[in-house]
């Protein structure tokens, strides 16, 4: 007689997965995603309030959000390989504790150069954490169904943590003050770092060389093109800067695809681009995310200064927006093992085009609920399908020693997309309200009063109606555009994404595993 085996206790239930552990696993991924992500927008609505308390000039001001930028964007394929090859979990927890203590030296700044060192040094924090964070899924998760649903989790997280910042950063603003959009992250940062250990599972590691020189030539590569992008964004396509900071750029990338070539332990294995499915999903990502950081950068710009919100009113307008790509997200997790992502892809970049075609109808008479509610949930909805679907595509049927060098591209795409995407608005926008300024400034000067026309000529800024109409037709003009870069990605999703027997074997939890070299 065989004696029955001993039940598993609570510790060893959770450890191995089972029971609530998976769940406070994906609690505590998810909750990491959405500190780094929110991160991003949190600071957008304290920045007039920073500009007074530190003494930030306004072309300088610019650079709160773009030194976090700039090292994020950076150095996040270093961040996904150092996952690889250190052990997930341990950098992880390394990330998170970096983040925090760079957020708060950031709350205690006490001039412009500490807060935007404080905000860089965060940076290096979220682009460790953030890859990391990913690639701990598909180690933590089950291929199928559950990991299936962790990353619809994830992906509706990481899409809708840009407006989770804005409502989050108009409370902390109203309520208490600019400071504590940093002082936030401290507690929260503290509790991820302590729950890790307990709740997820150390990785593999993967020893042998760390590719030093692929580490160094991927980062200044990735610096210089997200330091081109900004760039351009604030001082056009022709300054000087930015066209060394490009051409430096390819220099160095090429240099870097070059030494990846010939590296046996390359920091980004190239081999990856070499698959269709994954290539055109580091594609649609490019196009998608230049939509996504167009329509926040561009409404929270229009319901500010057309429609009239506050700080907290304008955080509470982009509420609905995380509750709908939730929605989306939960959808195509639900129904991907059927269908195959494809559908998802195509689908979730038409509904983005076509909210975004929906807000070119906006005026100076648009109302909140008649003209920006329904376009941002079509978009939002949209955009949840996408993310599970390509954050799925990126890391299916990856090694599991190179899942944290495909998040790390993944990521780094949406970056170098929201970039690129933003900058090519910007200037859209700025050569339409230009144009439209044209127009406008007669009228202005013949209806004016004296003590209107003076304050004009002091700022050069149109008042009132007559700047309203300014910057309506510039946000017209940078819709129109994203809801290109929207209708490119379907395109994209059309032509190169190929959905194959195994693919939907795998997502079914039935086919062959992940290989596991």
């Known amino acids: 007689m065989t004696s029955s085996p001993r039940p598993a206790s609570t510790k060893e239930a959770t450890r191995d997965g089972r029971g609530g552990g998976n769940a406070m696993a994906l609690f505590v991924i998810a909750s990491c995603q959405l500190m780094v992500v929110l991160d991003i927008t949190i600071v957008n609505i304290a920045l007039p309030h920073i500009q007074r308390s530190l003494d930030f000039s306004t072309a300088s001001l610019s ?3 773009n030194a976090y930028t700039l090292t994020f964007g ?3 394929l270093l961040g996904g390989r150092a996952g690889d090859i250190l052990g997930r979990r341990r950098v992880f927890i390394f990330g998170v504790l970096l983040f925090v203590l760079a957020s708060l030296l950031g709350g205690l700044a006490q001039n412009a150069g500490q807060l935007l060192a404080a905000r860089a040094l965060q940076g290096v924090g979220g682009a460790i954490a953030s890859p990391t964070s990913l690639a701990l899924i598909s180690t933590t998760f089950r291929e199928g169904p559950e990991r299936n649903r962790a990353f619809g989790v994830f992906a509706a997280v990481s899409a809708g943590g840009g407006a989770i910042g804005l409502l989050a950063g108009g409370i902390l603003v109203e309520w208490l003050n600019w400071r504590w959009v940093l002082f936030v992250n401290v507690p929260i940062g503290l509790l991820i770092a302590l729950a890790t250990p307990r709740y997820i599972k150390e990785s593999e590691r993967h020893p042998g060389r760390f590719d030093v020189t692929g580490a160094l030539t991927s980062t200044a590569g ?11 964004a604030q001082d056009g396509w022709r300054d000087t800067l930015t066209l060394v ?12 695809v070059l030494l990846e070539r010939r590296s046996p332990q390359p920091i980004t294995p190239l081999h990856m681009f070499a698959d269709r499915n994954r290539a055109g999903t580091y594609g649609i990502m490019l196009f998608l995310a230049a939509a996504l950081f167009g329509m926040f950068f561009f409404l929270t710009l229009f319901v500010q200064n057309v429609l009239g919100f506050g700080p907290l009113r304008a955080g509470l307008a982009f509420l609905p927006v995380s509750a709908v790509i939730a929605v989306g997200a939960g959808l195509a997790s639900r129904f991907l093992p059927v269908y195959g992502p494809k559908p998802f892809m195509v689908a979730g970049a038409l509904f983005a085009a076509a909210g975004l075609a929906w807000l070119t109808l906006t005026d100076v008479h648009s109302t909140y609920a008649g003209s920006v509610l329904g376009p941002m949930l079509v978009f939002s909805f949209g955009m949840g399908m996408q993310f599970v679907s390509l954050t799925l595509m990126a890391l299916s049927n990856v090694p599991v020693r190179e899942t944290g060098a495909a998040s790390g591209l993944l990521n780094a795409t949406q970056q170098v997309g929201g970039s690129l995407g933003l900058s090519i608005l910007v200037t859209v926008y700025g050569t339409a309200s230009r144009n439209e300024a044209e127009k406008q400034v007669p009228l202005f000067l013949q209806q004016a009063t004296p003590a209107q026309q003076m304050e004009f000529r002091r700022t050069g800024e149109l008042p009132g109606r007559w700047g309203a109409e300014v910057l309506t037709s510039g946000v017209t003009a940078a819709f129109i555009t994203a809801a290109v870069f929207a209708g490119l990605a379907a395109l994209v999703a059309v032509v190169a994404i190929q959905v194959r027997p195994s693919d939907l074997e795998r997502l079914q939890g039935g086919g062959p595993g992940v290989p596991p070299g």
């Open 63 to 65: 650079w709160v959000v």
């Open 74 to 76: 950076g150095l996040l």
């Open 222 to 232: 990735m610096v210089l093109l997200v330091y081109g992008f900004i760039r351009a």
């Open 245 to 256: 900071s490009f051409a430096a750029a390819v220099v160095v990338l090429v240099a870097f």
